[in-house]
């Protein structure tokens, strides 16, 4: 029988919105200078009576799908299975707690539906994309949510809003912790304010000598002392390129000497994902100590060095994770993959919720469980993808802050909404201040759902 809280879906509207970047960003061997994001309404029913919920995501195609493809067959792939997502989410008719709703379509519809989709392509599209383009549609369920019972989504994750435990999603390796708990009993009382990490792209200039005539003039800066000066900034997130160590090396040396004068205190390193032997990004790591201990101190742990894939690349990585923490990032998919990836030496878990809302939850329990640290990493998200973003990060207990990077890379797109959650979309003194969201119902979005003007939308059911 349903219980009393219980919904179901009964509608949803998808959208497309384009947006170009003011500075290029790189991935890997790609660079993007625009994207689509996506964003879904959600309409859920139940006793208590109807709430529409809000997601968003943007469809980031050279991160989801690193490919020789041409980047429009993938982005329009995306865009499409997208599209036929929302069909199937309006179409969706299991009963209960979004937490068990978006378990149950990750589960049991995303992996057929994939593998439909893919069935005639010459290179299938990756599961990562597949989460990515899904999440907006499990992020509107939760929203919608806490919406109708009138609270804020993080407070409805206990036993008077769920109707089975976390022993009903979760294995344990030993006896079952999770038997008689609840998301909530792993998550932290949210601080108002967060430290922001600030995104030194591959292609951000450090100084002028670095200049090639393509910086905007837009008001806002482009070198990185002036960012960390005009945001107060304590913490950078290195962009790198994991196949030449001698740049590699150079680039956060450099980034060091900018940054470490002006306050920074914590870094990161982030290897892009195509490193293929541990013992490279050793040698960095080990260069650094012996050359410039005072940067090697301040780096606080190193992100998703290896390939997306973990099953395909079962890499062991003690080496690595002996040096600095080291956290998975693309390779987390879901809490299977945090567990495999924790036998090979794994540390910590970058927790996205482009991945969907009910995945992150999952992964964040069962590393929570295992002793392993986390972190919120950006999708450079803007407009509403900004708010369960940094509400994740408010409850996950980070190892420091959030990572937001939607103002160096397109500041106005957000404008309209930061109207509405202005310490959202601002880093002041290091910080976003999240005070806005944390007691209003669903995610806190409040009036920013209805601030812009939307195209048509691409399905509505």
């Given at each position: 029988?349903?219980?009393?809280?219980?919904?179901?879906?009964?509608?949803?509207?998808?959208?497309?919105?384009?947006?170009?970047?003011?500075?290029?960003?790189?991935?890997?061997?790609?660079?993007?200078?625009?994207?689509?994001?996506?964003?879904?309404?959600?309409?859920?029913?139940?006793?208590?009576?109807?709430?529409?919920?809000?997601?968003?995501?943007?469809?980031?195609?050279?991160?989801?799908?690193?490919?020789?493809?041409?980047?429009?067959?993938?982005?329009?792939a995306?865009?499409?299975f997208?599209?036929?997502?929302?069909?199937?989410?309006?179409?969706?008719?299991?009963?209960?707690?979004?937490?068990?709703?978006?378990?149950?379509?990750?589960?049991?519809?995303?992996?057929?539906?994939?593998?439909?989709?893919?069935?005639?392509r010459?290179?299938?599209?990756?599961?990562?994309?597949?989460?990515?383009?899904?999440?907006?549609?499990?992020?509107?369920?939760?929203?919608?949510?806490?919406?109708?019972?009138r609270?804020?989504t993080?407070?409805?994750?206990?036993a008077?809003?769920?109707?089975?435990?976390?022993?009903?999603?979760?294995?344990?390796?030993?006896?079952?912790?999770?038997?008689?708990?609840?998301?909530?009993?792993?998550?932290?009382?949210?601080?108002?304010?967060?430290?922001?990490?600030?995104?030194?792209?591959?292609?951000?200039?450090?100084?002028?000598?670095?200049?090639?005539?393509?910086?905007?003039?837009?008001?806002?800066?482009?070198?990185?002392?002036?960012?960390?000066?005009?945001?107060?900034?304590?913490?950078?997130?290195?962009?790198?390129?994991?196949?030449?160590?001698?740049?590699?090396?150079?680039?956060?040396?450099?980034?060091?000497?900018?940054?470490?004068?002006?306050?920074v205190?914590a870094?990161?390193?982030?290897?892009?994902?195509?490193?293929?032997?541990?013992?490279?990004?050793?040698?960095?790591?080990?260069?650094?100590?012996?050359?410039?201990?005072?940067?090697f101190?301040?780096?606080?742990?190193?992100?998703?060095?290896?390939?997306?894939?973990?099953?395909?690349?079962?890499?062991?990585?003690?080496?690595?994770?002996?040096r600095?923490?080291?956290?998975?990032?693309?390779?987390?998919?879901?809490?299977?993959?945090?567990?495999?990836?924790?036998?090979?030496?794994?540390?910590?878990?970058?927790?996205?919720?482009?991945?969907?809302?009910?995945?992150?939850?999952?992964?964040?329990?069962?590393?929570?469980?295992?002793?392993?640290?986390?972190?919120?990493?950006?999708?450079?998200?803007?407009?509403?993808?900004?708010?369960?973003?940094?509400?994740?990060?408010a409850?996950?207990?980070?190892?420091?802050?959030?990572?937001?990077?939607?103002?160096?890379?397109?500041?106005?797109?957000?404008?309209?909404?930061?109207?509405?959650?202005?310490?959202v979309?601002?880093?002041?003194?290091?910080r976003?201040?999240?005070?806005?969201?944390?007691?209003?119902?669903?995610?806190?979005?409040?009036?920013?759902?209805?601030?812009?003007?939307?195209?048509?939308?691409?399905?509505?059911?």
């Amino acid at each position: 029988m349903p219980g009393s809280t219980d919904v179901r879906v009964v509608g949803v509207s998808l959208y497309f919105l384009p947006i170009a970047t003011r500075m290029p960003l790189k991935f890997g061997g790609e660079t993007l200078t625009s994207v689509t994001v996506a964003r879904a309404s959600v309409q859920v029913s139940g006793v208590a009576g109807t709430a529409t919920g809000w997601g968003e995501t943007p469809l980031s195609v050279q991160w989801v799908w690193p490919s020789a493809l041409p980047y429009e067959e993938r982005h329009v792939a995306l865009k499409d299975f997208t599209s036929c997502l929302a069909g199937a989410w309006a179409g969706f008719d299991e009963i209960g707690h979004p937490m068990e709703i978006g378990h149950a379509f990750l589960e049991r519809h995303l992996p057929l539906l994939l593998d439909e989709f893919n069935r005639d392509r010459a290179e299938p599209m990756p599961r990562l994309a597949a989460l990515v383009c899904c999440s907006l549609f499990d992020l509107a369920v939760h929203d919608a949510f806490g919406t109708l019972h009138r609270r804020p989504t993080y407070t409805t994750y206990t036993a008077e809003f769920m109707n089975r435990d976390l022993a009903a999603y979760l294995a344990a390796d030993a006896g079952d912790p999770f038997a008689g708990r609840y998301p909530a009993d792993y998550l932290t009382t949210p601080a108002n304010r967060l430290d922001a990490w600030h995104l030194v792209g591959g292609k951000d200039p450090i100084d002028e000598s670095e200049y090639d005539g393509s910086e905007p003039d837009d008001g806002y800066p482009v070198l990185l002392a002036d960012w960390i000066r005009r945001d107060g900034l304590r913490c950078l997130k290195v962009k790198l390129r994991g196949d030449d160590a001698a740049w590699d090396f150079e680039r956060l040396r450099r980034v060091g000497e900018v940054a470490l004068p002006l306050g920074v205190t914590a870094l990161s390193a982030d290897f892009n994902c195509t490193v293929h032997d541990p013992e490279y990004v050793n040698e960095i790591l080990d260069r650094l100590k012996a050359d410039v201990p005072r940067l090697f101190e301040r780096i606080l742990y190193v992100e998703q060095p290896f390939p997306y894939d973990l099953e395909a690349h079962p890499i062991i990585v003690h080496g690595v994770s002996a040096r600095k923490p080291l956290f998975m990032d693309e390779s987390a998919h879901d809490w299977r993959l945090v567990r495999m990836g924790r036998g090979l030496g794994w540390t910590g878990v970058a927790l996205k919720t482009c991945k969907t809302q009910t995945g992150a939850l999952l992964s964040l329990c069962w590393a929570r469980e295992h002793g392993m640290a986390l972190m919120v990493q950006d999708l450079t998200n803007p407009m509403l993808a900004q708010i369960p973003h940094v509400l994740l990060a408010a409850h996950a207990g980070t190892i420091r802050g959030v990572e937001t990077n939607a103002m160096q890379f397109y500041p106005e797109a957000s404008r309209p909404e930061a109207a509405i959650h202005p310490g959202v979309y601002a880093r002041k003194d290091g910080r976003i201040d999240v005070s806005s969201l944390l007691e209003a119902p669903g995610f806190g979005y409040g009036e920013a759902v209805s601030v812009r003007e939307l195209p048509g939308a691409v399905f509505s059911g």
